[in-house]
């Protein structure tokens, strides 16, 4: 099934957990609704913009799923709103700069980006009306001797 010129629902489903745990990862009308809208909204614009392929690591994800990830209970991937993806050959940092002059979006965070190392993390972004327009960068850091992610305001490289 086609989202978009572009991108199949399969991109956005398929979970290597998912496989694993035999986890079924089949969305609803809304969930497609959403994601349909994502894809035409952000998505197509990032490919038209580049002209490369927009290699999807995480899409639509179940409640189980999610669980199973131990991804956040509101995270906006198991509404289909958002997406995780990166650009062979191009920094995670460049792409969220231009998204950030160019397009509209819910939320849009650099996630994992090591600064020298273009290939590091990905781009999360979301998609929903109204949309906030709101830059986050994610990085983990040591608190306390334990590991945890700490999000901070705007795309920061
Ligand atoms: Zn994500």
Same mark, same amino acid.
């Given at each position: +099934?086609?989202?978009?010129? %572009?991108? %199949? &629902?399969?991109?956005?489903? =398929?979970?290597?957990?998912?496989?694993?745990? +035999? *986890?079924?990862?089949?969305?609803?009308?809304?969930? $497609?609704?959403?994601?349909?809208?994502? /894809?035409?909204?952000?998505?197509?614009?990032? #490919?038209?913009?580049?002209?490369?392929?927009?290699? *999807?690591?995480?899409?639509? #994800?179940?409640?189980? &799923?999610?669980? =199973? &990830?131990?991804?956040?209970?509101?995270?906006? %991937? $198991?509404?289909?709103?958002?997406?995780?993806?990166?650009?062979?050959? @191009?920094?995670? @940092?460049? *792409? /969220? !700069?231009?998204?950030? #002059?160019?397009?509209?979006?819910?939320?849009? $965070?650099?996630?994992?980006?090591?600064?020298?190392?273009? =290939?590091?993390?990905?781009? %999360?972004?979301?998609? !929903?009306?109204?949309?906030?327009? +709101?830059?986050?960068?994610?990085?983990?850091?040591?608190?306390?001797? !334990?590991?945890?992610?700490?999000?901070?305001?705007? *795309?920061?490289?």
């Amino acid at each position: +099934m086609k989202l978009s010129p %572009h991108f %199949h &629902l399969s991109e956005f489903t =398929a979970s290597q957990t998912a496989t694993r745990l +035999m *986890i079924d990862n089949t969305p609803g009308p809304d969930e $497609i609704a959403a994601m349909k809208l994502l /894809c035409e909204k952000v998505l197509e614009p990032v #490919r038209e913009n580049y002209g490369k392929p927009v290699m *999807i690591s995480s899409g639509y #994800r179940s409640k189980e &799923l999610n669980r =199973a &990830l131990m991804g956040s209970r509101s995270s906006q %991937h $198991i509404r289909g709103q958002a997406v995780d993806f990166e650009i062979a050959g @191009l920094s995670n @940092l460049t *792409i /969220c !700069r231009w998204m950030e #002059r160019r397009l509209n979006y819910d939320q849009l $965070i650099l996630e994992f980006y090591t600064p020298g190392e273009p =290939a590091s993390g990905w781009v %999360h972004v979301s998609y !929903r009306e109204p949309y906030r327009n +709101m830059e986050l960068t994610a990085r983990r850091v040591v608190r306390n001797g !334990r590991r945890t992610t700490e999000y901070v305001n705007g *795309i920061v490289g």
